[in-house]
């Protein structure tokens, strides 16, 4: 489980999801907030994780 915190910072203490995140998440364009949103949470549901707002 983990928790995204001020501008695309994951507080986790899963480091499958550390790892997830670093590899796939952090490499997203940051300049369409909205699209970056929506590729973070396809990412996620694809690695098998749950999303909310």
């Not at 796939?24 to 699209?35: A, F, M, N, T």
């Amino acid at each position: 489980m983990g928790r995204i915190t001020g501008p695309r910072i994951l507080r986790t203490n899963d480091d499958t999801l550390k790892k997830i995140w670093a590899e796939r998440i952090e490499q997203l364009d940051p300049s369409d907030q909205e699209r970056w949103d929506s590729e973070m949470e396809r990412i996620l549901l694809e690695e098998g994780h749950s999303t909310r707002k």
